[in-house]
């Protein structure tokens, strides 16, 4: 069974910064494309940022220059460093792997449970 778990939610002021981390955990034979998304209450669940294996990136444009994406592939960890942030960028922020449990499975994504990010004064 694979797991990913967020941490490092919480509130902070604009401006501020949080960072955000995502392991994944359980059976697991390998980790491809690892990302993250985010909801706001009434969105639609949109993509923030990815990264592959390679260390290749891609950045909503709302995040570009702000937000830096990067994994420990020998932790199986994705982090979302938010810099400067602001408050539409309020939202649960949900991580999100492409996993191969075991060599007899197929590759399928899987979700964090998401963790909250509040940006207010």
């Known amino acids: 069974q694979v797991q990913l778990v967020e941490s490092g939610g919480g509130l902070v002021q604009p401006g501020g910064s949080l960072r955000l981390s995502c392991v994944a955990s359980?059976?697991?034979?390998?980790?491809?494309?690892m990302g993250w998304y985010r909801q706001a209450p009434g969105n639609q669940r949109d993509l923030v940022a990815h990264?592959?294996?390679?260390?290749?990136?891609d950045y909503a444009d709302s995040v570009k220059g702000r937000f830096t994406i990067s994994r420990d592939n020998a932790k199986n960890t994705v982090y979302l460093q938010m810099n400067s942030l602001k408050p539409e960028d309020t939202a649960v922020y949900y991580c999100?792997?492409?996993?191969?449990?075991?060599?007899?499975?197929?590759?399928?994504?899987?979700w964090g449970q998401g963790t909250q990010v509040t940006v207010s004064s």
């Open positions: 990264i592959t294996t390679s260390g290749t990136t």
């Open positions: 359980g059976t697991i034979f390998g980790v491809g494309l």
């Open positions: 999100n792997a492409y996993v191969r449990a075991t060599m007899a499975d197929r590759w399928n994504y899987y």
